[in-house]
């Protein structure tokens, strides 16, 4: 039986992933990081943490992400890869086969597994397992036949039967899903520049922005 997860808002640094029954599953916040004083450190880097029900704060957090500024590479810690606490880069966790660009991503499943992610452009992303090819997740928008969000249009995480953790689905899912709109964001401001009518001596490259972490 597929098991739906339903993104409420639709965004993956701050949402709550929600079964068909109403049941909050998993919830994803993002904010600054905190100096000893718990306040916002200046120029920290923004640090999304992935929660879900526990009897404990400690045993509630899936993982976090720290998205690192200036273009040094975001780092997640977790206990999901082998049940102790780890810290490496993302591009590590989530890797690439081949030099050439490409947003699809590889990763090594806890059941020794290996799947990969990948965006269909007017689906969103799909889950396989590499060594069938086996649908394993998607993310889509559907309109709700049944359960607490009946009759509404709901962007779904849908997951089948697996013998990959889900907490490591879903922290690869939120990475995933996060960065796919950071490229988004990117490609819709170089078309908003490129569609200006522009004074001469103006443009995108003017002025001196910063760069892009």
């Not at 049941?23 to 880097?45: D, E, F, H, I």
């Not at 401001?189 to 922005?209: N, T, V």
Request: aromatic share 8%; hydrophobic share 35%.
């Amino acid at each position: 039986m597929c098991l739906r997860l339903y993104l409420v808002p639709n965004d993956p640094e701050r949402t709550t992933l929600v079964s068909a029954n109403g049941v909050a599953q998993y919830q994803v916040s993002t904010a600054k990081a905190q100096n000893r004083s718990g306040l916002a450190a200046v120029g920290a880097p923004a640090v999304l943490v992935i929660r879900r029900p526990a009897d404990s704060e400690d045993d509630s957090v899936v993982g976090e992400v720290e998205w690192r500024r200036f273009g040094a590479h975001p780092v997640v810690r977790s206990n999901v890869f082998d049940g102790t606490t780890m810290e490496m880069e993302v591009r590590q966790f989530l890797y690439k086969m081949g030099h050439h660009f490409t947003p699809t991503r590889n990763f090594l499943g806890d059941d020794g597994h290996e799947y990969r992610w990948k965006p269909f452009k007017h689906i969103g992303h799909v889950l396989t397992r590499l060594d069938t090819g086996t649908e394993i997740a998607r993310f889509t928008q559907e309109v709700v036949g049944e359960g607490f969000f009946r009759g509404e249009r709901k962007w779904c995480l849908q997951i089948q039967p697996t013998t990959l953790d889900i907490d490591l689905l879903v922290l690869s899912f939120i990475i995933m899903e996060k960065r796919r709109r950071d490229r988004v964001a990117v490609e819709a401001m170089k078309i908003d520049c490129h569609d200006e009518d522009l004074p001469e001596g103006g443009g995108c490259e003017a002025g001196g922005g910063g760069a892009m972490g």
